[in-house]
Nanobody, 126 residues
């Protein structure tokens, strides 16, 4: 089992950057595919980005492609989400997720992840 704790959220103006972190504890971090999701009020939880065990493969939602970058540091048991050129529509609670994913699939739905953090709020004002 792995425990996930997100940090780095906040209230920012449109156009600026923010970096989220997700610290993992428990079993071997490098064995997990990691993902970021977000959920705005009244909306379903949506996929943002995912990264493979080694970090060599990544995948992004079209809405964030070119603006957000997911990365991981297995030595620090941490996954990051660098968010640039933030827009008001990026406002949401951002969740970190992990899955053992035996086949290494980068899942894009919440059902593809077994472990979740508590989330961190990101609010982007116009």
């Amino acid at each position: 089992q792995v425990q996930l704790v997100e940090s780095g959220g906040g209230l920012v103006q449109a156009g600026v950057s923010l970096r989220l972190s997700c610290a993992a504890s428990g079993r071997t971090f490098s064995a997990y595919v990691m993902g970021w999701f977000r959920q705005a009020p009244g909306q379903d939880r949506e996929f943002v980005a995912a990264i493979s065990w080694s970090g060599s493969s990544t995948y992004y939602a079209d809405s964030v492609k070119g603006r957000f970058t997911i990365s991981r540091d297995n030595a620090k048991n941490t996954v990051y989400l660098q968010m640039n050129t933030l827009k008001p529509e990026d406002t949401a609670v951002y969740y970190c997720a992990a899955d053992e994913s035996v086949m290494g699939v980068l899942a894009t739905t919440p059902m593809g992840y077994k472990y979740w953090g508590q989330g961190t709020q990101v609010t982007v004002s116009s």
